[in-house]
């Protein structure tokens, strides 16, 4: 599929992901090179809204809402109403500069008396008098803007009934200083800023965990340094035991010890295992949007392998992008998290002096996810690579963190203690 997309997180002011909102722009014309002729058929073209409806939201939000960009021409047309998704989990953006036109408000209307809810992309071209507001239940305004203060007084005083979200806060600075607006929204990259002063030891568990995610990760690696790994962690320890003897491995009889559980389950399937429990592990004191960025970005980078010649170490690039977020999860520069790690020197390069054969691939996720579709486009020429390929291994990435997701749910309700039975 010729389309560049990607859901970016909307946090709240706990820094819980609230809702996502989808990015995407066709690839047909490469750097948007026709932007300003295009046709009336590209025009009404929703790739993203096709792509959710092709494998599902789960992949793209989980069971949060999905804000989704939906121009004046394809409000008119019913497009919303075309895509089988559950209206409490679709958000349509419109425009700031939507046309204030009789028709256009009419099919707002009476999409929003069928349950359907709306945002707008910045501060309304007609100010408070356009009557379009009625039907919004999101602004979406950008801190960078030069108005964006006055924009946020005319809201507090004219337009209380929305809820605000504040776009592109570029630190946790900026995070802190707004998030006492306790209604209010926030995207950007604060949540991931880079850590360049040491805050803290790391935790000998994490250093555990990831060493045993490293080794996992490898092509072949000696069953009997698993055991050795699992053995200092009792909460890893008993993760696998309740693994191996749950109903989805099958077996008969009861395993109780790691060094049987490794041996049975074998490469493959000790390999699966950690990297459910590791994932649930790893970041748990760290937003949940760490977690899952690190872990779409591991795959997302593997998967990209064998279209930058990178086969043989596709699992260094699986381990690049996992790590890419380390100093973030760990609270340290990330020259200090590698070194309490035996990676390879190529992953080292990667993330730490943002060089060598894997950067670049990790250079095009970056735009990738920042939705910066023009760079995306010249890194792609760059390597000899397309769209096609790139946006394939995202969905799959995306897929496969799901699929980790629904394991990861059932290892969590398969741990919980069954309740009591009442007395008679």
């Not at 072949?220 to 320890?237: G, M, N, V, W, Y």
């Not at 950690?274 to 760490?290: F, G, H, N, Q, W």
Request: hydrophobic share 45%.
């Amino acid at each position: 599929m010729k389309v560049f997309l990607v859901a970016v997180p909307l946090f709240d002011p706990m820094m819980a992901v609230a809702a996502y909102r989808m990015c995407d722009r066709s690839a047909e014309n490469p750097l948007d090179a026709r932007s300003d002729f295009r046709g009336m058929r590209e025009v009404m073209l929703s790739p993203g809204l096709d792509l959710v409806q092709m494998i599902g939201l789960e992949a793209f939000a989980g069971d949060k809402p999905l804000f989704v960009d939906v121009n004046g021409l394809q409000l008119l047309s019913g497009m919303p109403t075309r895509v089988d998704i559950n209206l409490d989990q679709m958000v349509c953006v419109l425009p700031s500069k939507t046309p204030v036109a009789e028709d256009v408000s009419e099919k707002c209307a009476e999409l929003h008396d069928k349950g359907y809810h709306f945002a707008m992309d910045g501060y309304p071209g007609e100010g408070t008098d356009n009557p379009l507001l009625q039907y919004l239940d999101y602004i979406i305004l950008d801190c960078k803007d030069p108005q964006f203060s006055i924009q946020l007084k005319t809201m507090n005083r004219e337009m209380r009934r929305m809820r605000i979200i504040i776009s592109n806060v570029p630190d946790m600075d900026a995070f802190h200083m707004l998030s006492s607006r306790n209604s209010a929204l926030f995207t950007g990259d604060f949540f991931k800023q880079p850590i360049t002063e040491g805050l803290r030891d790391l935790s000998p568990l994490k250093i555990n965990a990831l060493q045993l995610l490293k080794r996992v990760s490898e092509e072949d690696f000696e069953l009997s340094e698993i055991t050795r790994i699992i053995a200092r962690d009792p909460a890893l320890t008993l993760s696998l035991l309740r693994f191996i003897n749950s109903g989805a491995v099958g077996l008969s009889r009861q395993v109780d010890s790691i060094e049987n559980a490794v041996a049975i389950l074998g490469q493959l399937e000790v390999r699966r295992w950690a990297t459910v429990a590791i994932s649930v592990s790893l970041a748990e004191d760290r937003p949940t949007e760490i977690t899952r960025v690190s872990m779409i970005r591991a795959k997302f980078a593997e998967n990209l392998a064998p279209a930058f010649d990178l086969f043989d170490v596709r699992y260094s690039l699986f381990l690049t992008g996992l790590f890419s977020l380390l100093d973030i999860i760990v609270q340290k520069p990330m020259s200090e998290a590698i070194s309490d790690l035996a990676v390879d020197d190529i992953v080292k390069d990667a993330l730490v002096e943002k060089k060598g054969t894997l950067y670049k691939v990790m250079e095009l996720i970056d735009a990738y996810e920042h939705a910066d579709w023009d760079r995306a486009s010249i890194i792609m020429i760059r390597n000899n690579t397309n769209i096609n390929v790139v946006s394939a291994a995202f969905i799959d990435a995306l897929v496969w963190y799901n699929k980790l997701l629904v394991a990861i749910n059932r290892e969590a309700n398969s741990a919980e203690p069954e309740p009591a039975e009442e007395e008679a």
